[in-house]
């Protein structure tokens, strides 16, 4: 039998029939992103004996679609069941869960920052480089709303237990919008944080966030395509951004104490919490010493 010539060029190449398969670590592909954030939001990651454990989520069946994507997404076997129940929202709430067992993939989920058992309060942007707008539709379509008000304002809200996430969000959408908006204080019915965004602000938030193509809750998607049909009403005013003056700033370090300055100066506890925070982290330039008239 005649031996191969190894200068030979190759004429097959059978490891082009398996193509690499996808990996949950590239944060920078919007679809893992996003996936990861729908995950740290509604997913719940669970622990059993041994190196057993399976991650699973659980949402409301007409949302059946992502969680078929996710399935495309993941290079492990997953399995998609559905059930109804009784809830305190609904005697019979028809739901279907995502589960996936693999301890690889649950090993890298938690080293990416999706930890196992209660996890909202602890959750986190990731530490890795990762797709932000993305990743945020994923806690938006998660932990979100998208829609109009009572009053017929289109809004984009978040609500989460974590700080962190929460001031994010906060972080991500000034730049976008240019408006801001202070994480505040968790709310003592159920501790949690609301940020929300009205009228033109969320019309820009929306779409940035479900840009076309993306993946995301077909629900939502068409929530925010929604809110770009809104004009602000003729006669509704905007309200003019109040701008920090020295004589302000002055006032503030003098006094060192948010609740006292607030009284004096006519603004809000948070805004003078946020703004001595700036002028004492050097955020912004303190101001110049008042000049002495003679």
């Not at 890298?108 to 959750?123: E, F, N, V, W």
């Not at 009572?150 to 978040?158: D, H, R, T, V």
Request: aromatic content about 10%.
């Amino acid at each position: 039998m005649a031996e191969q010539d190894p200068s030979a060029p190759t004429l097959f190449d059978v490891s082009a029939l398996t193509p690499a398969a996808p990996s949950f670590t590239n944060l920078e592909d919007p679809r893992y992103a996003y996936m990861f954030g729908f995950l740290q939001a509604d997913g719940h990651l669970a622990a059993g004996a041994g190196l057993k454990g399976r991650l699973t989520v659980e949402i409301n069946v007409r949302d059946t679609h992502i969680l078929r994507e996710f399935q495309q997404l993941t290079p492990y076997n997953t399995s998609i069941t559905e059930r109804t129940r009784s809830t305190n929202f609904s005697e019979s709430h028809h739901s279907a869960t995502w589960t996936l067992c693999a301890l690889e993939a649950r090993t890298t989920l938690k080293q990416l920052g999706l930890p196992y058992g209660k996890k909202s309060k602890r959750i986190t942007p990731p530490r890795v480089p990762f797709s932000r707008r993305d990743y945020l539709r994923g806690v938006i379509d998660a932990d979100g709303s998208v829609g109009y008000t009572e009053e017929g304002f289109p809004f984009i809200a978040l609500t989460t237990a974590s700080t962190a996430i929460g001031a994010y969000f906060c972080h991500y959408a000034l730049k976008v919008t240019g408006t801001q908006r202070l994480l505040g204080h968790r709310n003592a019915r159920d501790s949690i944080y609301n940020v929300m965004y009205q009228k033109e602000s969320a019309q820009k938030l929306g779409a940035h966030l479900y840009y076309p193509g993306c993946l995301s809750l077909d629900r939502k998607r068409a929530a925010a395509e929604g809110l770009r049909s809104w004009v602000r009403p003729e006669g509704m005013k905007i309200s003019p951004k109040r701008r920090w003056k020295p004589r302000e700033d002055r006032i503030l370090l003098a006094r060192g104490n948010p609740t006292a300055a607030a009284a004096e100066l006519g603004r809000t506890e948070q805004s003078c919490s946020l703004r001595l925070w700036r002028l004492r982290t050097g955020r912004v330039p303190m101001p110049p010493e008042e000049p002495t008239h003679f």
